[in-house]
């Protein structure tokens, strides 16, 4: 299980000795790679060099027992094999938390795709609630929040809406988010007072830099034309909302929050470049499956990762089988819902362990 930690022991006696060269070098970039892989490897090296001396402190123990014919004698040493034993187990667990990979989009600023799904406009007006509350958790974490784009659907709700969070911790709390979100409630459109299911759908990606994807000219086709409303009805008297289609995959881009074309272009470049950044990932994975049509899959109500019940109050999450009897607390983002993205983090972090 441990067998390449031996190499990174090296490459951290290595690069310790290149450490005064590097930093006297007046080189920032090489200085700050260096120390943020000092930080990696020397927790990792100190467990497995605590690991070893343990090891073969057991070693010495058991053999020292092995020929220890004083019963006193015998009865501590036990004790010290045991003690050793346990500290060996404790060792190994951290080292295999250590060496768990790490997200590669950890510390990214995380793009929420929103859409009503099934449901009607019971399912547009879902949505919005969910903007709110990821508005709301946004703000309790002190994450800052940009809106990208919206579709506004006849009775106030959404039928899309696009976010952007920004946030150290962001990408590691709403990576769990994604997939269909269902609904159970008396939706306001219903004159009869029974409940209703509808759904609305979550796509999380991290948001991509310009560095990371490059995208030619000549692979885009850029459309303008007046931003629509509720209805249809045009709120704009200038062709300022846009439309990029990317040529090579056919992914479709629409801005038209902004008065300004060249606000909304840019927008549509940032969510296109993270979807395209998103596939690129997926296809050096050998991901067969588009992950954005996997996390949402069809929206359908019986495909769901949660589900909200109004009239019982609560909030249950299907992966972990966690229940929290506090919908309304959920919907404020409030810390009701970090209970349930805590219990979805501990079982990825088990998981991960279970295949160290």
Avoid at 155 to 167: F, H, P, Q, S
Wanted: hydrophobic share 35%; net charge negative.
């Amino acid at each position: 299980m441990f067998e390449h930690l031996a190499d990174l022991e090296a490459e951290l006696e290595k690069l310790e000795s290149r450490l005064p060269e590097i930093y006297a070098s007046g080189d920032q970039a090489a200085s700050r790679e260096a120390g943020r892989r000092h930080a990696e490897l020397k927790p990792v090296v100190d467990a497995y060099t605590a690991f070893r001396t343990t090891e073969q402190d057991l070693a010495d123990a058991k053999e020292m027992l092995h020929s220890e014919a004083d019963a006193d004698m015998q009865t501590y040493l036990r004790g010290e094999v045991e003690e050793k034993e346990a500290q060996l187990l404790a060792l190994e667990l951290v080292l295999k938390e250590l060496l768990v990979p790490k997200d590669p989009n950890d510390g990214r600023n995380v793009i929420i795709e929103i859409r009503g799904a099934e449901g009607g406009e019971e399912a547009n007006l879902w949505a919005r609630d969910l903007v709110q509350m990821y508005e709301g958790l946004a703000k309790r974490r002190g994450w800052k929040v940009e809106t990208l784009a919206t579709q506004p659907s006849d009775m106030g709700g959404l039928r899309e809406a696009t976010l952007v969070a920004k946030g150290p911790d962001a990408w590691a709390r709403l990576k769990y988010e994604a997939g269909p979100h269902r609904v159970q409630r008396v939706p306001v459109t219903e004159s009869q007072g029974r409940v209703h299911t509808s759904a609305a759908t979550v796509a999380v990606l991290p948001e991509a830099e310009e560095v990371d994807i490059e995208i030619a000219a000549s692979d885009l086709e850029v459309d303008v034309f007046r931003s629509s409303g509720p209805g249809g009805q045009s709120v704009n008297t200038t062709d300022s909302a846009v439309r990029i289609t990317h040529k090579p995959t056919g992914l479709v881009v629409t801005c038209q929050d902004e008065k300004s074309q060249l606000q909304n272009k840019d927008k549509a470049l940032r969510i296109l470049r993270s979807r395209l950044l998103q596939e690129e990932r997926e296809r050096q994975a050998a991901e067969m499956s588009d992950a954005r049509r996997a996390q949402v899959k069809s929206g359908g109500r019986s495909e769901k990762i949660r589900t909200y019940n109004f009239k019982e109050n609560r909030v249950t999450d299907h992966r972990v089988k966690v229940t929290v009897q506090a919908l309304d607390q959920v919907l404020a983002g409030g810390e009701d819902l970090d209970t349930i993205i805590d219990a979805l983090a501990a079982a990825e972090r088990e998981q991960q362990l279970g295949e160290a």
